[in-house]
């Protein structure tokens, strides 16, 4: 610890906390207090009121609710299956192959959300395969930038999975799929909740390929969050925003209190 | 599909169900023929050579990185040999996947499934194997029982301590009946006090399971000495020694035996003479010693007289006794018994012995006596520790 | 045992399980690879039919626009990481060494900030710091100006503070780690020796930390340069960045050519730093903890 005395500490805790508030705190504070604004005319808001949640739950705005939360449902189901398969088979590969495929896996999140969609409209809107305009394609581009995530995810918990069990159950006469279903994937439980986990929060605040691909019937809540503050209606923009983060925290509490009996001691 | 089948199979199952199910296995032999392996051209197991018989507990111990673990591994089929073939029984299983090797494995942490319960733990593998429904509603309970956990079948293992754990594990591997049980370092993760009752537990176990073939892995001598009919001593990916407890604790081949099981004082002699039956004559410095020549040394060479420090005595103890005249170096008290550090030409030696009322002091003078019969001449060339 | 450290799972394994790989492979290959190759064709002319050529290139890349978006992605980025460093730094420092109430919760808040969409924060920063945000009309009210007197939100500084914000816990995740394997002891030892806290920032615990700068450093400097959603939302004229140029072309006017173009050299960009990053993480041993 590097501050002892009594005034130091409550010194220090200040400035921390005042510095965490401005810069964390009060960003969250005041859309959540925008959301509920009549009238923004001096300091704070006047006339509270609930129209902008009203707004954010009819209409376009809660199609844009429905379009997200199916886009990244699918979309992160489709990339934990197959993040999960490339982790598992990347596990028998050679060892140099091994090395390189991990990094192959990786690179979709280190290229940026706009090329990405940029490079499915380009491939997608010519023979043999016609996607552009589809809700498909938007599917398409949020697999893509998320499947490196779960990838990452389910591999890391691969890696801290012990030998042993898989051993242990490779010797008591467990196939290669009884022990895949019975032990692997049951012990690796939390890891692919996590995975899932984080693959929904970033798919459902997705903006940058979304815009290159989307059609006009499959808008994303980050697009209509968009395009209501890019024409001025900042507070339903702020009440829709509230809406993105509710229902993705309540999806993500709803999946971490999902039970796991595969707690490794 | 092998989980319903055996769900809907009748009360009682055919002969070829259990036959296929491989749950009624007998028990058999191990056989290591010039096994190598290596990895990434790191020879970690060299020509090893080594056979089990049926019912037989086989304790390989050594060191770290000795080999001995890559061997248990190498008849499990977690390591792929290099040459050499691995037989289980009559079957040479040297290109046997792991799970058609029909073996019981219990490693150091138990590896137990944490998401499933004891008694889910133990029926995994007669489910892997599809057994029928009736061999798991019987088996599960009795190798629980066989392991005194029958009243912790409901348990989840983060609810078991350490050693409940390990029964459990054992339990497990016993359940599939299988041809032999590979032993990894079981005890090395309990305490002192439960790993020694765990240990009875085990010699127990295979009171009641004779014809149970095991290969027990470990650096401790003292589980090697009390469980094992035979012990293989490994060093650097060899095996040094190999032999029944008894002789190769009073008759170390090597030098690294010697030191390694059990502790040993090992003074170098010359002049080697054979007198009367295994016994010889050496010249330690200018004192005349008599010993076994248990391992036949041929006269007049040089080698190393090895002698336990337990049977160093402070008194004369047989006609043909050796006497040597030393001085004390240091003296420890250890409550049942007590250390003697003696200086005997510029040798050190240690005797340990029932506490005294009055243990020499540092600096006096002491002779000590020991058997000619409880002395061994080892060969001086091979191995140096 | 280091014996069973050595024996991996595949070991024992035939060839053919190697081919196990290929189901997610083709399809990131189909979805991801071949679109970016398609991507490299039509900025090499490939589109239409004939040879392929750099005249694209070379139109694009010495036109203002582009030249314009490059520096002010790299300014950008490299003034977010600065400040990302600097922040996320102290900011750790606070949550590892002086706990206060409530520390540990907010170390574990910062995994959570990691997971929102990163507009959250532009347009939070209108209400606080736009003309007629929170900051001006309280400096407004308090000294009875006519004009708002904060206006930096619509430039690029507005984009870097976006981004510092967005882009610190980045930093903050692999910083903690390596903080929680300094010794406290250490810090005892050194503070009864008599040295001063700031001693022991920069004498310990920044040395300590070196690693993990480096690589929450590269791993900011990545996300930066492909940021999309912040300078969209901030929407200032003169501070257009590559990715938001390729949307701009692409979209507002159809010249699909052109962005290609620029994504081929943005894409570029971003697997140099890419490489850096992964050669950074191998380099310090750590495993790849920053970017999942």
Same mark, same amino acid.
């Given at each position: 610890?590097?501050?002892?005395?009594?005034?130091?500490?409550?010194?220090?805790?200040?400035?921390?906390?005042?510095?965490?508030?401005?810069?964390?705190?009060? *960003?969250?504070?005041?859309?959540?207090?925008?959301?509920?604004?009549?009238?923004?005319?001096?300091?704070?808001? %006047?006339?509270?009121?609930?129209?902008?949640?009203?707004?954010?739950?009819?209409?376009? %705005?809660?199609?844009?609710?429905?379009?997200?939360?199916?886009?990244?449902?699918?979309? %992160?189901?489709?990339? =934990?299956?197959?993040?999960?398969?490339?982790?598992?088979?990347?596990?028998?590969?050679?060892?140099?192959?091994?090395?390189?495929?991990?990094?192959?896996?990786?690179?979709?999140?280190?290229?940026?959300?706009?090329?990405?969609?940029?490079?499915?409209?380009?491939?997608?809107?010519?023979?043999?395969?016609?996607?552009?305009?589809?809700?498909?394609?938007?599917?398409?581009?949020?697999?893509?930038?998320? %499947?490196?995530?779960?990838?990452?995810?389910?591999?890391?918990?691969?890696?801290?999975?012990?030998?042993?069990?898989?051993?242990?159950?490779?010797? =008591?006469?467990?196939?290669?799929?009884?022990?895949?279903?019975?032990?692997?994937?049951?012990?690796?439980? *939390?890891?692919?909740?996590?995975?899932?986990?984080?693959?929904?929060? =970033?798919?459902?605040?997705?903006?940058?390929?979304?815009?290159?691909?989307?059609?006009?019937?499959?808008?994303?809540?980050?697009?209509?969050?968009?395009?209501?503050?890019?024409?001025?209606?900042?507070?339903?923009?702020?009440?829709?925003?509230?809406?993105?983060?509710?229902?993705?925290?309540?999806?993500?509490?709803?999946?971490?209190?999902?039970?796991?009996?595969?707690?490794?001691? | 599909?092998?989980?319903?089948?055996?769900?809907?199979?009748?009360?009682?199952?055919?002969?070829?169900?259990?036959?296929?199910?491989?749950?009624?296995?007998?028990?058999?032999?191990?056989?290591?023929?010039?096994?190598?392996?290596?990895?990434?051209?790191?020879?970690?197991?060299?020509?090893?050579?080594?056979?089990?018989?049926?019912?037989?507990?086989?304790?390989?111990?050594?060191?770290?990185?000795?080999?001995?673990?890559?061997?248990?591994?190498?008849?499990?089929?977690?390591?792929?040999?290099?040459?050499?073939?691995?037989?289980?029984?009559?079957?040479?299983?040297?290109?046997?996947?792991?799970?058609?090797?029909?073996?019981?494995?219990?490693?150091?942490?138990?590896?137990?499934?944490?998401?499933?319960?004891?008694?889910?733990?133990?029926?995994?593998?007669?489910?892997?194997?599809?057994?029928?429904?009736?061999?798991?509603?019987?088996?599960?309970?009795?190798?629980?029982?066989? !392991?005194?956990?029958?009243?912790?079948?409901?348990?989840?293992?983060?609810?078991?301590?350490?050693?409940?754990?390990?029964?459990?594990?054992?339990?497990?591997?016993?359940?599939?009946?299988?041809? !032999?049980?590979?032993?990894?370092?079981?005890?090395?993760?309990?305490?002192?006090?439960?790993?020694?009752?765990?240990?009875?537990?085990?010699?127990?176990?295979?009171?009641?399971?004779?014809?149970?073939?095991?290969?027990?892995?470990?650096?401790?001598?003292?589980?090697?000495?009390?469980?094992?009919?035979?012990?293989?001593?490994?060093?650097?990916?060899?095996?040094?020694?190999?032999?029944?407890?008894?002789?190769?604790?009073?008759?170390?081949?090597?030098?690294?035996?010697?030191?390694?099981?059990?502790?040993?004082?090992?003074?170098?002699?010359?002049?080697?003479?054979?007198?009367?039956?295994?016994?010889?004559?050496?010249?330690?410095?200018?004192?005349?010693?008599?010993?076994?020549?248990?391992?036949?040394?041929?006269?007049?060479?040089?080698?190393?007289?090895?002698?336990?420090?337990?049977?160093?005595?402070?008194?004369?103890?047989?006609?043909?006794?050796?006497?040597?005249?030393?001085?004390?170096?240091?003296?420890?008290?250890?409550?049942?018994?007590?250390?003697?550090?003696?200086?005997?030409?510029?040798?050190?030696?240690?005797?340990?012995?029932?506490?005294?009322?009055?243990?020499?002091?540092?600096?006096?003078?002491?002779?000590?006596?020991?058997?000619?019969?409880?002395?061994?001449?080892?060969?001086?060339?091979?191995?140096?520790? | 045992?280091?014996?069973?450290?050595?024996?991996?799972?595949?070991?024992?394994?035939?060839?053919?399980?190697?081919?196990?790989?290929?189901?997610?492979?083709?399809?990131?290959?189909?979805?991801?690879?071949?679109?970016?190759?398609?991507?490299?064709?039509?900025? @090499?002319?490939?589109?239409?039919?004939?040879?392929?050529?750099?005249?694209?290139?070379?139109?694009?890349?010495?036109?203002?626009?582009?030249?314009?978006?490059?520096?002010?992605?790299?300014?950008?980025?490299?003034?977010?990481?600065?400040?990302?460093?600097?922040?996320?730094?102290?900011?750790? &420092?606070?949550?590892?060494?002086?706990?206060?109430?409530?520390?540990?919760?907010?170390?574990?808040?910062?995994?959570?900030?990691?997971?929102?969409?990163?507009?959250?924060?532009?347009?939070?920063?209108?209400?606080?710091?736009?003309?007629?945000?929170?900051?001006?009309?309280?400096?407004?009210?308090?000294?009875?100006?006519?004009?708002?007197? &904060?206006?930096?939100?619509?430039?690029?500084?507005?984009?870097?503070?976006?981004?510092?914000?967005?882009?610190?816990?980045?930093?903050?995740?692999?910083?903690?780690?390596?903080?929680?394997?300094?010794?406290?002891?250490? @810090?005892?030892?050194?503070?009864?020796?008599?040295?001063?806290?700031?001693?022991?920032?920069?004498?310990?615990?920044?040395?300590?930390?070196?690693?993990?700068?480096?690589?929450?450093?590269?791993?900011?400097?990545?996300?930066?340069?492909?940021?999309?959603?912040?300078?969209?939302?901030?929407?200032?004229?003169?501070?257009?960045?590559?990715? @938001?140029?390729?949307?701009?072309?692409?979209?507002?006017?159809?010249?699909?050519?052109?962005?290609?173009?620029?994504?081929? &050299?943005?894409?570029?960009?971003?697997?140099?730093?890419?490489?850096?990053?992964?050669?950074?993480?191998?380099?310090?041993?750590?495993?790849?903890?920053?970017?999942?």
């Amino acid at each position: 610890m590097l501050v002892w005395s009594r005034s130091g500490r409550a010194t220090t805790a200040t400035i921390a906390l005042v510095l965490f508030g401005v810069l964390y705190g009060l *960003p969250i504070a005041v859309i959540a207090l925008a959301s509920f604004a009549g009238q923004w005319n001096s300091v704070l808001p %006047s006339k509270p009121t609930l129209e902008h949640y009203v707004n954010a739950l009819h209409g376009d %705005s809660l199609e844009n609710l429905h379009v997200s939360v199916v886009t990244g449902f699918v979309a %992160s189901l489709v990339a =934990l299956v197959s993040g999960t398969w490339a982790a598992l088979a990347l596990r028998v590969q050679p060892r140099t192959a091994r090395r390189v495929l991990d990094a192959v896996f990786f690179i979709p999140s280190a290229v940026p959300s706009v090329s990405v969609g940029l490079g499915l409209l380009v491939a997608f809107s010519q023979p043999p395969v016609l996607l552009n305009g589809t809700t498909m394609i938007v599917v398409i581009a949020h697999f893509v930038l998320i %499947s490196a995530f779960t990838y990452g995810n389910v591999s890391a918990g691969l890696a801290r999975l012990p030998v042993d069990f898989e051993q242990v159950a490779e010797s =008591l006469g467990a196939r290669p799929f009884y022990r895949l279903r019975r032990v692997t994937l049951p012990l690796l439980t *939390p890891y692919l909740i996590a995975a899932f986990s984080l693959s929904f929060a =970033l798919s459902m605040g997705e903006l940058g390929a979304t815009v290159m691909v989307y059609p006009p019937g499959w808008v994303t809540m980050p697009v209509g969050i968009f395009a209501l503050s890019d024409r001025g209606a900042i507070f339903d923009a702020a009440a829709l925003t509230m809406v993105l983060a509710i229902t993705t925290a309540i999806v993500l509490i709803g999946l971490a209190r999902v039970p796991t009996r595969a707690s490794v001691r | 599909m092998r989980a319903e089948l055996a769900d809907v199979a009748p009360a009682m199952a055919t002969p070829a169900q259990r036959e296929r199910a491989g749950v009624d296995a007998a028990s058999s032999g191990i056989r290591f023929d010039d096994v190598t392996v290596a990895y990434n051209d790191v020879v970690v197991l060299d020509s090893l050579s080594l056979t089990v018989k049926p019912g037989e507990i086989v304790a390989l111990i050594g060191p770290s990185g000795s080999g001995k673990t890559t061997a248990l591994r190498a008849v499990a089929g977690f390591v792929r040999p290099l040459r050499g073939t691995i037989s289980i029984g009559t079957r040479d299983v040297t290109n046997v996947a792991p799970h058609a090797r029909n073996i019981g494995m219990v490693v150091q942490n138990y590896a137990l499934f944490p998401h499933m319960r004891a008694e889910e733990n133990v029926a995994f593998g007669l489910r892997a194997r599809g057994a029928p429904a009736d061999v798991i509603r019987e088996r599960v309970p009795e190798c629980l029982r066989m !392991v005194g956990m029958a009243s912790y079948a409901k348990r989840f293992p983060r609810e078991l301590s350490g050693g409940q754990q390990q029964r459990v594990a054992i339990a497990r591997a016993l359940a599939i009946r299988p041809q !032999v049980l590979l032993l990894d370092e079981p005890l090395s993760a309990l305490d002192a006090q439960i790993r020694r009752s765990m240990l009875d537990e085990l010699a127990r176990l295979h009171r009641d399971l004779p014809s149970l073939t095991v290969l027990y892995v470990t650096h401790d001598q003292t589980e090697a000495l009390t469980l094992a009919d035979h012990i293989g001593i490994m060093r650097d990916g060899k095996l040094v020694a190999f032999g029944d407890a008894q002789s190769l604790y009073r008759y170390p081949p090597n030098r690294f035996s010697a030191e390694f099981l059990g502790r040993a004082n090992l003074l170098p002699v010359r002049e080697v003479a054979t007198t009367t039956a295994g016994m010889a004559r050496v010249r330690f410095g200018a004192d005349a010693l008599i010993a076994r020549n248990h391992h036949g040394l041929p006269d007049g060479g040089e080698c190393l007289l090895c002698v336990r420090p337990h049977d160093l005595r402070l008194s004369p103890c047989d006609s043909i006794g050796n006497v040597l005249g030393g001085v004390v170096k240091s003296v420890q008290w250890q409550g049942d018994m007590q250390n003697v550090e003696l200086d005997v030409a510029g040798h050190a030696l240690r005797l340990t012995c029932a506490p005294m009322h009055a243990p020499p002091a540092p600096g006096a003078p002491l002779a000590i006596h020991f058997s000619a019969s409880e002395a061994t001449l080892i060969p001086e060339h091979t191995l140096r520790g | 045992m280091a014996e069973l450290a050595l024996a991996l799972p595949g070991q024992a394994s035939a060839p053919s399980r190697s081919a196990w790989i290929l189901p997610p492979l083709l399809i990131l290959a189909a979805l991801f690879f071949f679109p970016l190759a398609l991507i490299a064709r039509q900025a @090499l002319g490939g589109a239409e039919g004939g040879a392929l050529s750099l005249n694209h290139f070379a139109t694009v890349l010495t036109s203002k626009m582009f030249v314009d978006g490059l520096r002010n992605t790299l300014v950008i980025a490299l003034s977010a990481t600065a400040g990302c460093l600097v922040l996320g730094f102290v900011l750790s &420092v606070f949550i590892a060494f002086t706990p206060f109430p409530g520390s540990s919760i907010l170390a574990r808040l910062i995994d959570t900030f990691i997971a929102l969409p990163t507009f959250l924060v532009a347009l939070s920063f209108t209400f606080i710091y736009g003309s007629a945000g929170m900051l001006n009309e309280s400096l407004m009210e308090i000294f009875h100006l006519d004009l708002p007197p &904060v206006d930096f939100l619509y430039s690029q500084w507005g984009v870097i503070l976006s981004e510092i914000t967005v882009y610190t816990p980045f930093v903050m995740r692999p910083l903690l780690a390596s903080f929680s394997l300094i010794e406290p002891a250490q @810090l005892e030892v050194a503070s009864s020796l008599g040295a001063r806290p700031l001693r022991i920032v920069s004498r310990i615990i920044l040395p300590a930390a070196l690693p993990a700068l480096v690589a929450g450093g590269s791993l900011c400097l990545l996300l930066t340069v492909n940021e999309f959603g912040i300078v969209l939302f901030i929407g200032a004229k003169d501070v257009i960045t590559l990715p @938001l140029l390729i949307y701009d072309k692409a979209i507002q006017q159809f010249d699909y050519t052109t962005a290609c173009v620029i994504a081929v &050299v943005n894409v570029g960009l971003s697997l140099a730093l890419y490489s850096l990053y992964r050669f950074v993480v191998a380099y310090f041993g750590g495993r790849r903890a920053g970017l999942v």
